[in-house]
């Protein structure tokens, strides 16, 4: 399946790519806070709103339900933090999938209060302030992904508000399996060791077919073709930034993860 140019098969090699294009085609990549980590970076709402208040014209009835939302976050994040306390994956996964989606679910409730400019100066305040303190970059690519997933899929609001729970599990589900070094997991950018990459990337064929599977009972025949043609081609111009020595990640280069 895998072969370079002298026609010999190279199993390790081809599941190291696997792994890296699994990476890529769910929208993940390798998570900057260390694997088992309690601490979810919360949205400085206050400096938000002090943000908002100098740069927006805001009503003083936009102004009271900001607050109010932003209040209901903190209640709603601490609950959450309650609820799941633990170091397991699975008070990790559990933990991080409902902040963010209780983080879009307030953003989304935010931006419904406000029109035009104040619109794009609240997105560009919220770029600003509430990105999590560790791996904002890559949250912000993941979330592109999954947005562009749901955006070529052609989705409406309520499909959109059920696909992305998924797209978001499965994310956080590969940043748990991937933890700090990422699937090159050798020190210092070495060798990787491909007894684990060949575990990981069984781990991620069960995430994927995870997803398939809770996809299938949201979109129709249609839809999952399109999605998995998607993914088809993620992993594609994953194996093609591979195969380019001038790009990081690619062969001779140390990483693994294109970021």
Request: proline share 4%; hydrophobic share 30%; glycine share 12%.
């Amino acid at each position: 399946m895998s072969k370079k140019g002298n026609g010999i098969f190279r199993p390790a090699a081809a599941a190291a790519a696997a792994v890296m294009a699994l990476a890529l085609a769910a929208g993940a990549l390798c998570a900057g806070e260390k694997n088992g980590a309690k601490t979810e970076a919360e949205p400085d709402f206050s400096r938000v709103l002090s943000a908002m208040k100098s740069k927006i014209d805001l009503s003083d009835e936009q102004e009271s339900r900001v607050s109010l939302l932003f209040r209901e976050y903190v209640e709603k994040r601490k609950n959450v933090m309650d609820q799941y306390p633990g170091d397991d994956d699975n008070d990790i996964l559990s933990r991080r999938i409902e902040i963010r989606r209780l983080n879009h679910e307030t953003e989304s409730e935010v931006e419904k209060l406000l029109g035009g400019d104040q619109l794009e100066t609240y997105r560009a305040i919220a770029r600003e302030h509430m990105a999590p303190r560790r791996g904002g970059e890559r949250d912000k690519a993941s979330g592109d992904r999954i947005g562009e997933m749901i955006q070529r899929l052609d989705l409406d609001d309520e499909m959109a508000g059920k696909v992305r729970p998924i797209l978001e599990e499965q994310a956080e589900r590969i940043r748990l399996l991937m933890g700090d070094g990422g699937p090159a997991g050798g020190a210092g950018g070495g060798r990787p060791d491909m007894r684990k990459m060949e575990k990981m990337r069984k781990e991620m064929d069960g995430i994927e077919n995870d997803t398939e599977k809770k996809l299938e009972k949201v979109l129709d025949s249609e839809q999952m073709k399109a999605y998995r043609e998607i993914v088809r081609e993620r992993r594609e111009r994953m194996r093609e930034k591979r195969r380019d020595p001038g790009n990081p990640g690619g062969p001779g280069r140390p990483g693994g993860i294109d970021g």
